[in-house]
């Protein structure tokens, strides 16, 4: 059973209609994670001169019609003279695979268009709520501009940065720990949060550990049992190649193993003949596979979203190097109560969303000295376990 525990920013505020409005066309974007990247999320409701919600859309699938022009398709009665909310400012540009918003919304005869954030795309930014301007069309901006703004972050990650969107994802029991004695392999989880895993790992386009939890746990780091709009890349940082032959990771190919100068080339072929792609980084200071590297290479290989499911001296390497921006963590009432276990890393960001899994608890934590942190809000996934992206 899941349960909306604690969502604080997520319930309506009060306010002006406009951020009511607002707030509903953030949630139907929300409807459109896991199948519309790497485009943004967006949303967008048109309201009529009397102030009822005349259409509404948002951006459903890759490729697909953007939330404004699907808004307008909707609308129960003209827009002409309406005001539309849109979370992400209409874009202009052609060089894409839909035609621009900003001629459709023109073309609709709106009045006013109520934009939440600015197209984080330098050559484009801006453009979009000019033509309009130009067009004779009132354009009020930053209405919910924060929580419009960490809507994107994934995609102002990929966009500005050049790297993907990280989130770290582990299981602790009521004790604190992340596995049993000596790292031994334990389920911490309950099976609720394992099929939620696997649900959250689909919407993402990798998935990465460490070698000592391939060591220690095989996982097979697959979206099992759930629907997936893309594929996974599976990644394993493992600076001298110490990962078996035989791990399971390596079953089906199309791994992505990172490796320093440290390793044996011959270890290194034969990972290859096993089907691993393995990728030699230079370590730097650290003698282990540089994380920023491994980042811009992902990021080369189109991954917008990646999740990392590490054990604590990876999660705390990522935490260190300011590199993840948003945590996981299930949390167990189940007491370990194993010597020598070892413990989760402490997280001093804030939790933005508790999620109740049948009995464990699932926290989402948004790192607040990210390079794309905006404020503390509930992400699209959460809102999905949840299934309250409904709108309105
Ligand atoms: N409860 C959970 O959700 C969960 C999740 C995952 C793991 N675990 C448990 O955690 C334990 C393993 O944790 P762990 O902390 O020992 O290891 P880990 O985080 O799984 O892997 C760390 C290893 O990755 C390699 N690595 C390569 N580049 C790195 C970098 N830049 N920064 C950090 N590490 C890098 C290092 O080995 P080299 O120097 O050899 O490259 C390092 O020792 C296991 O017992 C596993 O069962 C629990």
Request: with cysteine; aromatic share 4%.
């Amino acid at each position: 059973m899941l349960r909306h525990r604690q969502i604080p920013r997520m319930s309506k505020l009060p306010g002006s209609l406009d951020v009511q409005f607002m707030r509903r066309a953030i949630a139907l974007a929300m409807r459109g994670r896991g199948a519309v990247e790497p485009n943004p999320m967006v949303g967008c409701v048109i309201v009529g001169s009397d102030g009822q919600v005349i259409g509404q859309g948002f951006h459903q699938v890759f490729g697909g019609p953007h939330a404004e022009p699907q808004a307008i398709a909707s609308c129960t009665q003209s827009p002409r003279g309406a005001t539309a909310y849109v979370t992400l400012e209409p874009c202009c540009h052609t060089d894409k695979k839909t035609p621009p918003c900003v001629p459709a919304v023109i073309a609709a005869g709106l009045a006013r268009v109520v934009v939440g954030c600015n197209d984080p795309n330098p050559p484009v930014a801006g453009r979009g709520v000019r033509l309009l301007r130009e067009a004779g069309i009132r354009v009020d901006e930053g209405v919910l501009g924060p929580q419009c703004r960490q809507l994107i972050a994934p995609f102002t990650a990929r966009i500005v940065h050049r790297r993907p969107y990280v989130t770290l994802k582990w299981a602790r029991s009521a004790d604190g720990k992340v596995a049993g004695a000596a790292g031994r392999r334990v389920q911490i989880s309950n099976e609720a949060s394992r099929r939620l895993v696997h649900e959250l790992r689909a919407r993402c386009d990798a998935i990465l550990v460490g070698v000592n939890t391939v060591l220690a746990d095989d996982p097979l780091l697959t979206a099992r049992g759930v629907a997936r709009m893309r594929p996974l890349l599976r990644v394993v940082l493992d600076s001298r190649l110490r990962m078996p032959l035989t791990a399971r990771v390596l079953e089906g190919g199309g791994v992505l193993v990172f490796c320093t100068s440290a390793a044996s080339p011959d270890r290194a072929e034969a990972l290859r003949q096993r089907g691993a792609e393995v990728i030699g980084l230079s370590a730097g200071d650290g003698a282990r596979v540089p994380l920023d590297a491994v980042l811009a290479e992902l990021h080369r290989r189109n991954v917008m979203h990646l999740l990392v499911e590490p054990g604590p001296t990876l999660a705390a390497a990522f935490v260190a190097a300011n590199l993840a921006d948003r945590a996981w963590v299930f949390r167990s009432p189940r007491v370990l109560g194993e010597a020598g276990a070892p413990s989760a890393i402490a997280l001093d960001w804030p939790a933005v969303a508790a999620v109740d899994v049948a009995g464990d608890t699932l926290v989402e934590y948004l790192n607040p000295a990210s390079a794309v942190y905006c404020c503390a809000e509930a992400s699209a996934d959460i809102a999905k376990v949840l299934g309250c992206a409904a709108g309105g």
